[in-house]
Antibody, heavy 116, light 107 residues
């Protein structure tokens, strides 16, 4: 069965970096894009962008250009999200989601807490 | 960017009620809209895709419709397991954009 399994929760200080992973199984990794979605506590969903898992080319929404990097370990069917220079407002749950025509299968989410 | 205006932001309803949630698109999105259900601490679950198509395993009391730029999710007879947040997402063009969400609670 198709699964996206994300890494565990993170507690970081402002200015630090974090790397979140999303390991896919049950399908051919490079046949589908991977999207990333942010959900701040008690808030709605915000689309961050996507990565072409065949070419490795990332596309970022405007609010996520600069400190956010999407990457791949294609041999391990894994997509990664790295956030540098963390700010308090980065406190959120981050989801990966497989993209066919639309984000269909989702990871369980990773809670990142930024606090001094 | 395409703006998705979702309403209401919250609502309370009784078991058995007919419930409708709406997203209005600021530009033409064709039918490239999906509705998600999200329960606390869980990831979003696709319910309706391409505006009117029921996703796998979704009960038939859920349906989607379109009238012009307004897209609606309807639950024909509310059940307790339907209490959740609902989100719409347009995937016509990048950046994809979500509605602000609707919290559905039991009256």
């Amino acid at each position: 069965q198709i699964q996206l399994v994300q890494s565990g929760p993170e507690l970081k200080k402002p200015g630090e970096s974090v790397k979140i992973s999303c390991k896919a199984s049950g399908y051919t990794f490079t046949d589908y894009a991977m999207h990333w979605v942010k959900q701040a506590p008690g808030k709605g969903l915000k689309w961050m962008g996507w990565i072409n898992t065949y070419t490795g080319k990332p596309t970022y929404a405007d609010d996520f250009k600069g400190r956010f990097v999407f990457s791949l370990e294609a041999s391990a069917s894994t997509a990664n999200l790295q956030i540098s220079n963390l700010k308090n407002e980065d406190t959120a749950t981050y989801f990966c989601a497989r993209g066919g025509h639309y984000p269909d299968y989702w990871g369980q989410g990773v809670m990142v807490t930024v606090s001094s | 960017d395409i703006q998705m205006t979702q309403s209401p932001s919250s609502m309370s309803a009784s078991l058995g009620d007919r419930v409708t949630i709406t997203c209005q698109a600021s530009q033409d999105i064709g039918n490239n809209l999906i509705w998600f259900q999200q329960k606390p601490g869980k990831s979003p679950r696709p319910m309706i895709y391409y505006a009117t198509n029921l996703a796998n395993g979704v009960p038939s009391r859920f349906s989607g419709s379109r009238s012009g730029s307004d897209y609606s999710l309807t639950i024909s007879s509310l059940e307790s397991e339907d209490m959740a947040d609902y989100h719409c997402l347009q995937y016509k063009q990048y950046p994809y954009t979500f509605g602000a969400g609707t919290k559905l609670e039991l009256k």
